[in-house]
């Protein structure tokens, strides 16, 4: 009983935070997606409208396009990191010369807010005068033009992406594998597996709780992706990187229509659970049962 | 091209984004009553929230400082992004929050900030505070430019603080070359000269990119505001484009229900609206590759950089881009002549029925939300005196004071400049602000992606201009002013 409630005190000031900072903003945003709110409308009042919102998200071609083109964005940004992380960190696991000094630079990205990211990438993707299409139009005659290009805008926010958080999914994933025991590896290779065959079988198993963790982290990270996207082609060319997170951004502030910006939150709110559970149940839960 | 030129093009961009610093001495004439108006505040903070320009910068950097020195009152002022700037503003008025006592107004949110009561009437407060009042303060003294930020009873609801016209600006250099005026001759058997008319613009346009190309230079005929993803290009088209085909108030009609469409009474989808578009497009598909993401920085930074022969760039850039030898390739290279105008648009401005081009520029308001409502009308005051106005004109192409046209700094910018300022005093009328809509931002992004398909060319810009028009009305019956 003593300890109990000494947990409890202990834990009270991050609950209180908590449910400040987490549990009132969400509530609010909940209420007010279910209200008409645009404070510049000549009518600047709270309307309650029920579930207009929801319904109008249905018919919305911009929301639908920002939707297809998030999930595209999502799919290859984590899948990419996810590989380019795993190799990495199969990398920093070998000795070699300077490893010390790789890993470090290898994290540096990390550490940079998104913004600052956004805008390094945008003087480096300029068209014509940044440093990539400058090197790409000398070495292989190829414009690459984010300006003009859906797909280039969409591939330089993918590769931005993955520069950026691809170590936060090697660091996870160094940690998982160093803490792996030795033992299941030399009685697969005494029985004769190969490389594959123990990658497929024993490592992927073992490490599959720290992936998820990570895919989990990423996807989530991946489909309210903003700053980075806003400052480098502010959604556009057209609406080829309006993702979900933009898209929202643009119509809750500078649109200030709150309420329809607050139900299309709760939608991808919605349907980031939706997307985490089913890669659980996909990837974790048949491993329980077999269990 | 040059790899190392591109390298220090980027340089260039990167300075810009930076800002910049001054360091200039200024003598406050009357400082005992700045001193003594200022010991009540002891201990205060001010914070102000604005747009990273030029002016900004100047009164972050120099000004804030200056005012502290004087009267002890310490004061932060955050100069971030356009977008960020308004983010800030309007979350920390609507919350109430008190975070900021000054808030950059540009001139085209102001009736959208009146309209919710976010801002101190700064004529009511002062008279009702007389011991706050400045000795040299005067509203007398501002430009005409000033009438923008007046509200119900034509109290004053904002200082101005910077004020531009977006100019025609042109190289000297090129336009006043033998060989490129014996080269445009042969080719078109005009004398090249700054245009006057779309037509004319854009055969100086197509010459000067051919000229490029043909020379292997990096040099195109013409800069375009085309972002392809922010509301810098629709600003372009409605507010510097569209006005010189006769297309006004973004062809919205206020008197007439909003009507946008022509069906309705409107003229945003009009023939001169679509002419307009079709000339604009064709000038972008001219322009320097980056323009398709270029904003108004990085059509300041083009020109800078002498990758443009013409162009329209916003006047708060034109005193660093002629006179600033650190940022600029094109210092002393710069004239200024007025946009190209389809015909009659000249009379309707001169009338006051149209205008030509975009004033624009800002103030700093008071928000009701402030906590430091006292110190922050001192400092708005020490913005507008007459002996800060020199320094702060040179260094951000801005005049808000008659009486900052006739000091020498000034007078020796504006020669440097081919009469820029001259141009402000004299031919400001001729251009306007954004009109007195209080959705500014509703309209624009309910519009805005249509806009970028146009400029992506997935849509095409009659359709587009058709679809914009319907979308505009639409959102301003969601808003409730149009019935």
């Known amino acids: ?291 | 091209m040059n790899f190392a030129y591109r390298l220090s093009v980027s340089a260039i961009a990167l300075t810009m984004m930076t800002g910049a610093s001054f360091a200039q001495d200024i003598q406050i004439q009357n400082s005992e009553w700045w001193q003594n108006a200022g010991q009540k505040f002891d201990g205060v903070t001010l914070r102000g929230v604005t747009e990273s320009t030029p002016a900004s910068n100047y009164v972050a950097d120099v000004l804030a400082p200056k005012f502290e020195e004087l009267t002890g009152i310490d004061v932060q002022i955050e100069t971030t992004s356009w977008d960020q700037m308004y983010d800030k503003a309007i979350k920390d008025m609507e919350a109430k929050t008190g975070i900021y006592d000054m808030v950059y107004i540009e001139q085209d949110i102001i009736y959208a900030y009146l309209s919710r009561n976010f801002l101190v009437n700064l004529t009511k407060a002062l008279d009702e505070n007389a011991e706050l009042k400045a000795p040299e303060y005067s509203e007398e003294n501002f430009t005409s430019f000033v009438e923008n930020f007046r509200g119900e009873g034509g109290g004053l609801y904002g200082v101005p603080m910077e004020a531009f016209i977006k100019v025609y600006l042109y190289r000297t250099d090129l336009f006043n070359d033998p060989d490129v005026q014996a080269a445009f001759k042969e080719k078109t058997g005009k004398d090249l000269k700054p245009a006057t008319t779309h037509a004319d613009y854009a055969e100086i346009a197509e010459f000067f990119t051919e000229y490029g190309k043909a020379n292997d230079m990096d040099l195109w005929g013409t800069t375009a505001q085309a972002h392809t993803g922010h509301p810098a290009s629709w600003y372009e088209y409605f507010e510097s484009v569209a006005p010189t085909y006769g297309v006004y108030n973004w062809g919205i009609d206020a008197s007439n229900n909003y009507a946008a469409t022509v069906e309705n009474g409107g003229t945003m989808n009009s023939p001169e609206a679509k002419e307009a578009l079709k000339w604009w497009l064709s000038m972008r598909d001219i322009a320097p590759p980056e323009s398709v993401q270029s904003t108004w920085t990085e059509v300041a930074t083009t020109f800078a950089a002498g990758r443009a022969a013409q162009g329209l760039v916003y006047g708060e850039n034109a005193a660093w881009i002629a006179t600033d030898e650190e940022k600029s390739r094109v210092v002393g290279k710069v004239g200024v002549a007025l946009p190209p105008l389809e015909p009659g648009v000249m009379e309707e401005a001169e009338s006051g029925e149209g205008y030509i081009g975009y004033y624009d520029g800002g103030a700093f308001g008071l928000p009701v939300t402030s906590k430091n409502q006292d110190a922050a009308l001192l400092f708005m005051q020490f913005m507008a005196l007459p002996e800060v106005q020199e320094d702060w004109a040179a260094a951000g192409s801005r005049i808000t004071l008659t009486s900052t046209y006739d000091t020498a700094k000034v007078m020796e910018v504006d020669k440097e400049l081919g009469g820029y300022y001259s141009m402000l005093r004299d031919d400001g009328k001729l251009f306007k602000g954004a009109p007195e809509y209080p959705f500014h931002r509703q309209v624009i992004e309910a519009t805005s992606p249509t806009f970028y398909e146009i400029l992506t060319g997935s849509i095409g810009p009659d359709e587009g201009l058709d679809m914009m028009a319907e979308k505009a009305e639409a959102e301003l019956k969601n808003l409730g002013y149009r019935k």
């Open chain 1, 1 to 291: 009983m003593q300890s109990n409630r000494l947990g409890w005190i202990l834990l009270a000031p991050t609950l209180v935070i908590l449910f400040f900072f987490g549990v009132v903003p969400f509530l609010y945003v909940l209420w007010l997606s279910f209200h008409q709110w645009n404070p510049f409308a000549l009518d600047p009042t709270i309307v309650y409208n029920g579930a207009d919102n929801f319904r109008a998200l249905v018919f919305d071609s911009g929301f639908l396009s920002s939707l297809g083109v998030t999930i595209a964005f999502v799919f290859f940004a984590v899948l990419s990191e996810l590989i380019i992380g795993y190799l990495l960190a199969q990398a920093f696991l070998k000795e070699f010369p300077g490893k010390a000094f790789f890993r470090t630079i290898h994290t540096l990205p990390l550490i940079m807010a998104p913004i600052i990211v956004g805008s390094i990438w945008k003087l480096m993707t300029t068209p014509s005068i940044g440093i990539i299409p400058s090197l790409l139009d000398s070495w292989f005659g190829f414009d690459l033009n984010i300006g003009t290009s859906a797909v280039a805008a969409f591939t330089v926010t993918v590769v931005m992406d993955v520069w950026h958080w691809t170590p936060l999914v090697t660091l996870t994933l160094i940690a998982a594998l160093v803490s792996l025991p030795a033992d299941p590896f030399e009685q697969a290779q005494i029985d004769g597996a190969n490389k594959r065959q123990i990658f497929w079988h024993i490592t992927l198993p073992m490490i599959a709780p720290a992936l998820l963790a990570t895919v989990f982290i990423r996807l989530m990270d991946a489909l309210r992706t903003v700053d980075e996207v806003l400052m480098l082609t502010g959604g556009g060319p057209g609406s080829a990187t309006r993702y979900l997170g933009v898209h929202i951004f643009k119509e809750v502030f500078p649109k200030t229509n709150y309420g329809y910006g607050s139900a299309v939150s709760i939608i991808v709110l919605y349907l980031t659970i939706v997307s985490c559970w089913l890669l659980y149940v996909a990837l974790i839960a048949p491993r329980n049962k077999k269990a």
